[in-house]
């Protein structure tokens, strides 16, 4: 197969190694990272691949425009920007790479557990603000406690696998069976409930995650416990959080993502903030980071170069 013939368009920056080692198989590429939705639409024919990360959602009207398009890959680990369904029902291949940053959201993930458990970031505030206090941020220990996992796919193996230096007890929860492996067994989510002084979420956004983490769902642990969530700020109300976090039955979170993101996670809304979101921002027990879980300069390259094998695998083998 001539490469030459298949035309690529970029339409997000990403690790140069991507464009480069798609150069050198001999593929056709063309960037255009500010052109509208309906303007790439108007030309998007014109192409037999996309590369995107969430710039903007590829709907029905999108593709249905595509005519000539034989892939999208979206350099990152979840697809919900994209019509699957669709897509797929018009032969178009799925990319993504969710192994690619795996291991830096097992990290910070790690990271947000132990800074919330030992009052860091809160200290570090204090001290640096003139004040010494030693008793009020008297920490826990992780030893002894049982961290749930709610998804374990990728992001999901690689938390529990960090987890292995702690002596913890690790529960993981996911809608597939079988799941578990020598870092996590496998529960229901009622034993999942029942046991967890920690729960962090792992889980893509799907019309069964939208809006999991409500009232209902946090009553029926049995402990008070800490949460962490490094998948999608769609998959928790925030006003319900709050809440719980008001009457201590979440005893602090870990929020790397929020529901009041834009669908390309750069920004944030406009506009005045709610009420629930004005509490996270000064509350001493929440910590918040800009959707940074999967950002490090490792996994850049790392999801460029995941992506980069597998568009060459579909022409290539």
Not at 124 to 149: A, D, M, P, Y
Not at 162 to 168: A, C, Q, T
Not at 195 to 208: I, K, M
Request: proline share 2%.
């Amino acid at each position: 197969m001539n490469l030459a013939n298949i035309k690529i368009l970029h339409i997000d920056s990403n690790h140069p190694l991507l464009w480069e080692q798609l150069e050198q198989a001999g593929f056709h590429n063309e960037a255009d990272f500010i052109s509208s939705k309906q303007e790439v639409e108007a030309k998007i024919e014109n192409y037999h691949g996309i590369v995107i990360r969430s710039r903007f959602k590829i709907d029905k009207t999108f593709l249905d425009k595509a005519t000539n398009l034989q892939f999208i890959a979206r350099v990152g680990a979840g697809l919900e920007s994209i019509d699957c369904d669709y897509a797929t029902a018009k032969g178009i291949h799925l990319i993504a790479a969710p192994e690619g940053n795996a291991n830096a959201v097992g990290e910070h993930a790690i990271g947000m557990l132990l800074s919330l458990f030992n009052n860091l970031n809160k200290a570090n505030n204090e001290v640096k603000s003139g004040q010494w206090k030693r008793e009020s941020n008297r920490g826990h220990e992780l030893e002894g406690k049982t961290i749930g996992i709610i998804g374990y796919g990728n992001m999901g193996k690689s938390f529990a696998k960090k987890l292995r230096g702690f002596d913890v007890t690790v529960l993981c929860h996911d809608i597939l069976p079988n799941m578990g492996d020598a870092n996590a067994t496998q529960v229901s989510l009622l034993e999942l409930q029942e046991r967890a002084d920690v729960l962090s979420l792992h889980t893509p956004w799907t019309p069964e995650t939208d809006k999991m983490i409500n009232s209902d769902f946090i009553i029926k642990f049995k402990k008070s416990f800490w949460l962490i969530n490094t998948a999608r700020g769609n998959s928790v109300v925030t006003a319900d959080l709050v809440e719980a976090l008001k009457s201590g039955k979440i005893l602090g979170a870990g929020l790397d993502v929020l529901e009041y993101e834009k669908l390309s996670f750069e920004t944030l809304f406009e506009g005045e903030k709610p009420a629930a979101f004005e509490y996270l921002l000064h509350a001493e027990n929440v910590l918040l980071t800009p959707h940074i879980a999967g950002w490090t300069y490792e996994s850049h390259q790392k999801l460029a170069q995941i992506i980069v094998d597998k568009i060459k695998s579909v022409y290539l083998y």
